[in-house]
């Protein structure tokens, strides 16, 4: 079966511009998120859709980050006026099962961003 | 505030030998662990996890263990194999499905 699969896998944008990174979970997981690593560091946590229910962006960085998830499935990750220190490999995971269940997450390959 | 830590960002074990990854933590209110592998230019690959209701996981070659006193996660590779050799992270979940991760623990397996 297919993973999340998440596109563009590579962007280079000039500073300012907006982008929008896409993730497509893996069919039947009502749970997704978002992650950034940058370079050296651990994965830091974005966003995170359950079902319906209201997203948690506890761990958006600055109000130029933005996510929607529609039909409770694809994802977009948008990012508007891009600065150099967003440069980072993005990352997208689902997960099966509500909150409070021991679910792994399974993550896509990531989209690695370049802010020239 | 990094709530979950991995103190050492490499680690070479000869091939057939045992690999013992770290993880420490501060949220005493963490209830699920995992382990996740991760080669170059792909994302994390779910290995193994652990309920903070037990001290011991095993998977094979890989044993997760908990010692929720100490605040200490660690993975146990035995025997290493060459195709083990990647970055290895730990992360924890609070109740609420919010995971933090460590930053990584290279592995290289020496053949």
């Known amino acids: 079966g297919a993973g999340v699969s998440q596109s563009p896998s590579n962007k280079v944008t000039e500073k300012g511009k907006d982008v929008e990174l896409r993730c497509d979970p893996i069919s039947g997981h009502t749970a997704l998120y978002w992650y950034r690593q940058s370079l050296g560091q651990g994965l830091e946590f974005l966003i995170y859709f359950q079902g319906n229910s209201a997203p948690d962006k506890s761990g958006l960085p600055s109000d130029r980050f933005s996510a929607e998830r529609t039909g409770g499935s694809v994802s977009t990750l948008t990012i508007q006026r891009t600065q150099q220190e967003d440069s980072a490999v993005y990352l997208c995971?689902?997960?099966?099962?509500?909150?409070?269940?021991?679910?792994?997450?399974?993550f896509g390959d990531g989209t690695r961003l370049s802010i020239l | 505030d990094q709530q979950v830590k991995q103190n050492s960002p490499s680690l070479s074990v000869q091939e057939g030998r045992i690999s013992i990854l770290n993880c420490d933590y501060t949220n005493s209110m963490f209830d699920y662990f995992l382990w996740y592998k991760k080669y170059p230019a792909e994302g994390p690959t779910f290995l193994i996890s652990?309920?903070?209701?037990?001290d011991k996981n095993e998977d094979g070659r890989f044993t997760v263990f908990l010692n929720k006193s100490a605040k200490h996660l660690s993975l146990h590779i035995v025997p290493s194999q060459p195709g083990d050799s990647a970055v290895y992270f730990c992360a924890a979940r609070v109740t609420g499905n919010q995971f933090y991760f460590g930053t990584g623990t290279s592995l290289t397996v020496i053949p």
């Open positions: 995971a689902s997960s099966l099962g509500a909150t409070g269940q021991n679910q792994p997450q399974h």
């Open positions: 652990i309920s903070s209701i037990k």
